[in-house]
């Protein structure tokens, strides 16, 4: 199995990593899998009022995020391969931006896919993001950080939020072809595409775990203490669950998340997704 690294972009290259005991060109052929990232309309434009529960529209200035490790394995974890190095993306630029591309894979389902979200070093690539943006990523030991402004009538919010925990997606699934479908499927000759979607609403649902979560920001502009238009993490973190009259706040399984800080900092590890809407089980790394 080879890496391509003319994909037309230094940050692909950059990352792009081989393992061995990839399959080699037997009967079955081989093919190629190249990954993308997005994040869709509501980080490069905006969440719009009428797509929360409360009016408010809430724009993106900055959604930085690093990307690492995705893997591309089978049911019985032969891994065939798996990207090295990571990048720094800012999800504000428009269009989807090119990750990692793998060659010569075998021809096969390949089942278990994954891909990390996790603190950025010395060494991550930049797309889009700035020297000084890896820098505060640096310094902060963050995963994610995000700059936004939040709006209703004349009253307006800003967010500037940075979380560290790292999430492993794994057991990823999307739909490809009109059928959900685990993982990738390498073709002999052909080239499977994969977005991993990176959901900017997901900070303001009002369920960790729920399907039917709704959108919300006026339990986050509410918590805005000494109201100098900023809400930090601390102003959430002062606010307990039970307080909170609007929405459901439901916890579900998850552990020791009393209040919105933690909820959101909880949100903040299920961004990750798969194919546009498929799912990826978010887990430690």
């Known amino acids: 199995m080879k890496i391509s690294r003319a994909m037309g972009a230094a940050a692909w290259a950059l990352a792009a990593g081989a393992l061995a005991g990839c399959g080699d060109d037997g009967a079955s052929g081989a093919g190629r899998v190249e990954f993308t990232t997005w994040g869709e309309d509501y980080i490069e434009q905006e969440i719009p009022a009428a797509d929360l529960e409360d009016g408010w529209s809430i724009q993106y200035q900055k959604f930085l995020f690093v990307l690492r490790n995705v893997t591309v394995a089978d049911r019985d974890g032969n891994v065939g391969a798996r990207m090295q190095g990571s990048i720094l993306f800012d ?3 428009a269009g989807p931006k090119p990750v990692v591309a793998f060659d010569d894979l075998e021809a096969k389902p390949w089942e278990s896919v994954s891909y990390e979200i996790g603190p950025a070093d010395a060494d991550t690539a930049l797309d889009g ?7 505060l990523m ?4 963050a995963s994610v950080h995000i ?31 009109g059928k959900e479908t685990d993982g990738v499927l390498v073709t002999n000759g052909g080239t ?31 918590a805005d203490a000494d109201d100098d238009g900023a809400v930090t993490l601390e102003e959430l973190a002062a606010v307990r669950l039970v307080a909170i009259d609007e929405g459901t706040y439901g916890t579900g399984s998850a552990g020791n998340v009393n209040d919105l800080g933690a909820f ?3 949100l903040s590890r299920t961004l990750g997704h798969f194919r546009g809407e498929g799912e990826c089980v978010s887990v430690d790394p």
């Open 91 to 93: 999800h504000t630029k």
């Open 192 to 222: 499977d595409t994969v977005e991993l979607t990176i959901h900017g609403d997901h900070f303001f649902y009002d369920d960790l775990q729920a399907a039917t979560a709704a959108r919300r920001f006026a339990p986050i502009a509410a």
């Open 264 to 266: 959101v900092t909880a």
């Open 138 to 141: 640096i310094g902060a030991g």
């Open 147 to 177: 700059e936004a402004t939040a709006r209703k009538g004349d009253v307006e919010k800003r967010l500037d939020w940075t979380f560290s925990p790292a999430t492993r997606y794994a057991d990823c699934k999307g739909e490809k072809a």
């Open 129 to 135: 993001a700035t020297e000084a943006d890896r820098a």
